[in-house]
C-alpha cells in the first residue's frame, strides 16, 4: 500500500475564542437552564481555554435581519387585528412592537459568510500544503475535500479547483460528511489511489467551521457541551506514490470499522436556524468499541513480533477525553507512555472535527520523530465509523 505524507499544512480560526466568554453569552442568555448552576464546572472540564474560529463570537449570536413579522407579513397581522376589534393607534402600537423583536439568524445569514470562509482558509491551507511539498498547482492530478459543516452544490472540490488554477482534467473526489474521520479516511483513499498510479500526485484539503453549530437558543446540555467543543480548521497535505525529498510519513496499511445500527448516536440537524450537532451519551461507548477493534487489528497484523512491536506514536482523534483516557487504559502494559500525547495537546484548543488528526500529525512532526518511528493513526465519527492507518516516519 505504500504512500508517502508530505508535512500538513494547519491554518487555525484566526478568531480567538475563550472559553470565559462563551460561558457568559450562554449564562446571560439562559440563566434559568437546568444545567447553569453548574456551567462553570461544566466548561472547566473540557480543559479547553480558548478556540480559534473562522468568524467571531459575534457574528454566531447576533440576531437575523428580520423581525418577528417576518413570517406573516405586516399586511396580513395588520388585518388580523383590526379584525378582532383593535383600535388603529392599538395596531400600530402592535405592528412597531412585532417589529422590534429580533429573530434568529436564518439558515442562509448563518451558513453564507461561513462556507465563504471555509473555501479562503482551504485555498490558505492548500497553497501551504503544495509549497511544503516543493509543488505546484499543475502537478496535483487528484483533489480530495472534506466539509461537513456547510452544506454547498458544488463542494469544496470545485470551489478549489478555481480557486487554485488546477488542470481541467484533474480528478475531484468531494467528501463531504466524513466529518470526524475525514482526516484519516481521506488519507487511505490517497494511499488507494497513488497504490494504483504511483506517479499519481494527490491534495487532500479539510476546511471545518464547526463554529456553526454554535446554536443561541437551544438550552439543552448537549448544545451547551457542542458550544464549549468545537474550533474551526484548515488542513492540506500531499500525499505520493513515490517517496520525495519532503515526505516525512510513509503509510503502510490501513483499517476500516462500522458498527451498525449507530447511525443516530452523533449526527447534524438541519433546523429552521441552521444545523445542530446533537449528541447521544452512548457516543463514547460505541467509539470504545472501535478502539478495541483496532487493537485486534494492530495485534494480528504484529502477531509474529508481539513482545517487541509498538507504535512510537499515536495520533488520535476520538471526539473526547474519555475515548482518550479508554485508549490508554487499554494499551498492552509494555507499551511506552506518552503514546497520546500529541492528540490531548490538540484538543486543549479545541475539538477539530475531520481536522483533527493533521492538526495533531503537524505538532508530532515539529516536535521531530525519528526515521523508523512506528506511527498509528486513529479516528472515529458519526456513523459510528472509525479508521486507521499504520506507517513509519522517515
Known amino acids: 500500500m505504500s504512500a508517502y505524507l508530505c508535512p500538513p499544512a494547519v491554518i487555525h480560526g484566526e478568531h480567538a475564542v475563550k472559553t470565559s466568554q462563551i460561558v457568559a453569552e450562554v449564562r446571560d442568555r439562559h440563566p434559568h437552564a437546568a444545567w447553569a448552576p453548574r456551567i462553570d464546572g461544566i466548561a472547566a472540564s473540557t480543559g479547553i481555554e480558548t478556540r480559534g474560529w473562522m468568524l467571531p463570537l459575534e457574528t454566531a449570536v447576533a440576531p437575523g435581519k428580520g423581525s418577528g413579522l417576518q413570517a406573516v407579513g405586516i399586511g396580513p397581522a395588520q388585518e388580523a387585528l383590526v379584525r378582532d376589534g383593535f383600535t388603529q393607534q392599538d395596531v400600530d402600537r402592535v405592528i412597531a412592537a412585532l417589529e422590534a423583536i429580533p429573530t434568529p439568524q436564518t439558515v442562509q445569514e448563518r451558513t453564507a459568510p461561513a462556507w465563504e470562509a471555509v473555501q479562503s482558509y482551504g485555498e490558505r491551507a492548500a497553497r501551504g500544503a503544495l509549497q511544503i511539498a516543493g509543488l505546484d498547482a499543475a502537478d ?13 452544490l458544488p463542494g469544496l472540490d470545485v470551489a478549489l479547483s478555481n480557486r487554485l488554477s488546477l488542470r481541467n482534467d484533474v480528478m475531484l473526489l468531494p ?13 487511505a483513499l490517497a494511499a488507494d489511489l497513488v497504490a494504483a498510479d504511483p506517479d499519481r500526485v494527490v491534495l487532500v484539503v ?4 464547526l463554529s456553526t ?16 467543543l468545537f474550533a474551526d480548521t484548515a488542513v492540506a497535505a500531499v500525499v505520493t506514490g513515490r517517496q520525495r525529498r519532503e515526505s516525512v510519513l510513509r503509510l503502510d496499511s490501513a483499517w476500516h470499522h462500522t458498527l451498525p ?21 452512548r457516543g463514547p461507548r460505541a467509539v470504545q468499541e472501535t478502539v478495541t477493534a483496532m487493537w485486534e487489528w494492530l495485534r494480528v497484523r504484529y502477531q509474529d513480533d508481539p513482545s517487541s512491536w509498538h507504535p512510537d506514536v499515536l495520533l488520535a482523534h476520538p471526539g473526547g477525553t474519555r475515548v482518550l483516557e479508554y485508549m490508554e487504559q487499554t494499551m498492552p502494559d509494555a507499551w511506552p507512555s506518552g503514546l497520546l500525547d500529541y492528540s490531548r495537546d490538540s484538543y486543549t484548543t479545541g475539538n477539530r ?32 465509523s472509525a479508521t486507521a492507518l499504520e506507517g513509519e516516519w522517515l
Open 353 to 384: 472535527g475531520g481536522a483533527a488528526v493533521f492538526d495533531i500529525m503537524r505538532r508530532a512532526h515539529d516536535a521531530g520523530q525519528k526515521p523508523g518511528s512506528r506511527a498509528v493513526l486513529y479516528a472515529a465519527a458519526p456513523g459510528l
Open 175 to 187: 467528501a463531504t460528511q466524513w466529518a470526524c474521520v475525514a482526516g484519516t479516511r481521506s488519507l
Open 206 to 209: 479539510i476546511a471545518e467551521a
Open 213 to 228: 453549530t454554535y446554536q443561541p437558543a437551544d438550552d439543552t446540555l448537549e448544545s451547551l457541551i457542542v458550544r464549549l
Open 261 to 281: 445500527g449507530t447511525q443516530d448516536l452523533h449526527r447534524l440537524d438541519t433546523r429552521s436556524d441552521g444545523t445542530h450537532f446533537v449528541m447521544d451519551r
Open 140 to 152: 496535483v492530478d487528484c483533489l480530495i475535500t472534506s466539509h461537513s459543516t456547510t452544506p454547498a
